[in-house]
């Protein structure tokens, strides 16, 4: 899978996390720190497994619950039209 910002969207990184700005709609979206963690990590390249991995070592979570957030939160921001994912 790979993840990349749909066209005239832009990613701010704030104190608490991320802003992502839908230019064409002229909407924000905040993301809190480990979304914005997940998010750069897929826009770096990382697949989803390897992201959770990387993530899971890090928090006190399992590496599957955080796979499943990660999956979660690619499908959300995908749904609000905000990445691009391709196969």
């Known amino acids: ?7 005239d969207v ?9 802003v992502l700005l839908d230019g064409r709609r ?3 979206y905040q993301l809190n720190a ?3 963690a997940i998010l750069r990590k897929l826009l770096d390249g990382d ?3 390897t992201a959770a991995a990387s993530l899971s ?4 979570v399992s590496e599957e619950r955080v796979h499943q957030d990660v999956l ?5 921001l995908s749904e609000a039209d905000l ?3 391709a196969q």
């Open 1 to 7: 899978m790979k993840l990349s910002l749909a066209r």
């Open 10 to 18: 832009t990613l701010t990184p704030v104190d608490s996390g991320a």
């Open 26 to 28: 002229g909407r924000y």
């Open 34 to 36: 480990s979304g914005s």
């Open 47 to 49: 697949t989803p497994a």
């Open 57 to 60: 070592e890090s928090a006190p």
């Open 72 to 76: 979660a939160l690619v499908r959300a």
């Open 83 to 85: 990445v691009e994912v």
